[in-house]
């Protein structure tokens, strides 16, 4: 944004805005500008195009456990994949609001969910490797302070987003599932780590097999 200038960056859409900056930067090094635009709404494009993908079979992987259904079936394979797109088939279908009112395209308006889930993981990413170095009897604050930096920040950040969009709306909503499901995750793995003390190793039992 701040290298393209920000009535470009209001006016065009963000593949555009990613395309013409990196233009702007291999343009000053010697390149053309013209190729690096080319390069970039590739780059982003390729981007776009394969975290979909990757979207797309996890949540459909993950709709066949929910559900166990057999994987072998193309029936089971089509059916999930449907209902994972759907929800963002609806999306570019309606128009929402910001918080102020103002309608906006989906992306826009859920973008700040994105974030927050994003960074979700990554505290969550974090908690495992805090199990897993209290498991080995290591030290763990390194992992521990930042983990617990991001948890409240994203918690805040996703209390922020019920307030302001309302728990009864598609923003709200969202954002209110993702709060209560890492809170009663937290809540959890704060239980197992006061009852199990450092160092020790949980048995760990067989999932039965379907």
């Known amino acids: 944004m701040v290298i393209v200038g920000l009535g470009t960056a209001r006016d065009s859409a963000p593949t555009v805005v990613f395309a013409q900056g990196l233009g702007r930067i291999v343009g000053a090094l010697g390149v053309p500008q013209t190729l690096g635009v080319h390069f970039g709404a590739l780059a982003i494009s390729t981007f776009l195009l394969t975290t979909l993908d990757t979207c797309t079979r996890l949540a459909r992987y993950v709709l066949e456990e929910l559900f166990r259904l057999p994987r072998a079936r193309p029936a089971s394979a089509l059916l999930t994949t449907i209902a994972t797109l759907a929800l963002p088939f609806v999306l570019t279908r309606i128009t929402l609001h910001l918080p102020d009112g103002t309608p906006a395209p989906a992306w826009k308006v ?19 490797v805090l199990a897993w170095l209290r498991n080995l009897g290591r030290r763990r604050a390194f992992v521990a302070w930042p983990m617990g930096f991001m948890f409240v920040a994203t918690l805040f950040a996703l209390g922020q987003l019920v307030w302001r969009h309302g728990p009864a709306s598609l923003v709200g909503a969202v954002a209110g599932v993702l709060l209560v499901l890492a809170l009663v995750l937290l809540a959890e793995a704060l239980w ?8 020790t190793r949980p048995a760990i039992s067989a999932f039965p097999r379907r």
């Open 192 to 199: 197992r780590f006061a009852r199990l003390p450092a160092g």
């Open 110 to 128: 859920i973008w700040p969910v994105f974030g927050a889930t994003n960074q979700l993981l990554g505290a969550l990413g974090m908690m495992a």
